[in-house]
């Protein structure tokens, strides 16, 4: 694809599918070959496929890719809103990547917490079983 070979890559992609008609990655790449061949109308085609096929539409790449093509194609009213969904699934991921490192935290600091009663613990058990409390 990036060798300028996308009669070849294009074969691949389909005989990909032949096998596994169901992988948005092959769609999404699929459509970025045709887009470099200035094919727009089939590769927003793919980027829909590889939209269709993610859990709730989840695929911000593929939105972006859809949206230059339509620009390509002189729709760009239309590519505006699709780089504006890209965006909104892009900051959607990024609240989510901070909402779990909150939760990590928290984690952490509890098992820190945890460790240390248990350390304690542990230091108690050992000073009655030899005396040395």
């Known amino acids: ?7 070849e890559a294009l074969k691949c992609y389909d005989a990909a599918l032949d096998i596994k008609n169901d992988d948005s990655v092959i769609w999404f790449e699929k ?3 045709l887009a470099q061949k200035r094919e727009f109308e089939d590769s927003i085609d793919c980027f829909d496929k590889a939209i269709q096929l993610t859990p709730h539409g989840d695929y911000p790449d593929a939105w972006f890719e859809k949206g230059i093509s339509k620009d390509c194609l002189g729709e760009h009213q ?13 900051n959607l991921r990024i609240e989510d ?3 779990q490192i909150e939760e990590d935290e928290t984690n952490k600091r509890d098992l820190e917490d ?4 248990l350390e ?3 230091a108690q058990e ?3 079983l030899f005396g040395l409390e």
């Open 97 to 99: 990547d901070y909402a």
């Open 114 to 117: 945890d460790y240390s009663i």
């Open 120 to 122: 304690e613990d542990l």
């Open 1 to 7: 694809m990036y060798l300028g070979r996308h009669k």
């Open 126 to 128: 050992r000073d009655m």
């Open 78 to 90: 239309e590519a505006k809103k699709l780089f504006d969904k890209a965006l909104e699934l892009v």
């Open 31 to 33: 459509g970025i070959t």
